[in-house]
């Protein structure tokens, strides 16, 4: 796979597209001021820089976003196309020609960008549920909490002492959203449902209370699927195997990775959302202004 994803890319024009994307820079992202100037190029890129005596700085189009201070632009194109192939740091470090911490540092930044671009609402037809992740402390030097576990391990598969709850919100259109819970009960499920729910919407859900709370206090309608009473579909369209579809999905992904640190897991999070939503199946140019899109404005 490493050498195909090679033998299809060329040069790189991502300066322009940088360019291209941000439009005019009508002020300086250290103090907002809009008194700025032209102040050469470097690296490909127009530079400015602030009037205001007390700011003075210089700044380009990519100062105050994920995508500042990372070299090799022109292979940026590269580390993108790897992600979508879900290679590893090792992998992508071998195809991009930089250190095993430079192609992490890379991953991460290239992440932070669809991550913030979560969707503000869902609406119709909303199918919701949770789903859990190993706790993981990969990357760490020192583990407090438990003894360490060994390339990716699962914990204990009867207890979720040791899981991360992740709630996951899907609606019929496709609009897919999901929530790393501090704690998983009723109040921090309630707290990420409440802005994101557009009130004339139909719920549907497993039996858990949250939902039941949530609905009943936004007087939405609500349909709960319980397994063990055989009660999966109601009226032939409502019900969660889009969401439960997605999760799986989700997960069969995720275990390539050996397991996900949970500082990170975000970060993944956002990135299968972004695949889902066409990122996958997008050129890699495409790809890359999709993500530069979210990133810099």
């Not at 300086?28 to 700025?36: E, M």
């Not at 500082?263 to 530069?292: C, M, Q, T």
């Amino acid at each position: 796979m490493l050498d195909a994803v090679k033998s299809e890319l060329n040069r790189s024009q991502t300066e322009t597209m940088i360019e291209d994307i941000k439009g005019d820079v009508t002020c300086c992202p250290h103090c907002g001021s809009t008194a700025i100037q032209r102040w050469g190029r470097s690296s490909g890129l127009q530079r400015f820089k602030c009037k205001e005596i007390e700011c003075g700085s210089t700044f380009n189009p990519l100062t105050g976003t994920p995508f500042a201070r990372l070299r090799y632009r022109s292979r940026w194109i590269q580390n993108l196309e790897g992600m979508q192939y879900g290679l590893s740091i090792t992998k992508m470090a071998d195809l991009i020609g930089v250190s095993r911490s430079t192609a992490f540092r890379w991953r991460h930044r290239f992440l932070a960008a669809p991550t913030a671009a979560r969707p503000t609402e869902v609406s119709g037809i909303i199918e919701a549920d949770e789903t859990f992740f190993t706790e993981s402390f990969k990357g760490n030097q020192t583990i407090d909490k438990r003894k360490s576990r060994k390339r990716g391990k699962q914990g204990d598969k009867r207890s979720n002492e040791d899981k991360i709850a992740v709630l996951i919100v899907k609606d019929r259109s496709g609009t897919t959203t999901d929530y790393v819970l501090g704690e998983h009960n009723n109040a921090a499920i309630i707290e990420k449902l409440e802005p994101i729910v557009n009130k004339d919407s139909i719920l549907c859900s497993d039996g858990a209370h949250a939902y039941r709370n949530f609905a009943k206090k936004h007087d939405i309608t609500h349909h709960r699927l319980i397994a063990l009473d055989g009660n999966r579909v109601i009226g032939k369209e409502y019900h969660i195997q889009n969401v439960n579809g997605y999760t799986g999905r989700l997960k069969t992904w995720m275990g390539r990775f050996n397991g996900v640190g949970t500082a990170y897991l975000d970060n993944y999070l956002g990135w299968r959302r972004f695949l889902e939503g066409g990122g996958s199946k997008a050129s890699k140019k495409e790809a890359l202004s999709i993500v530069l899109k979210t990133g810099l404005n």
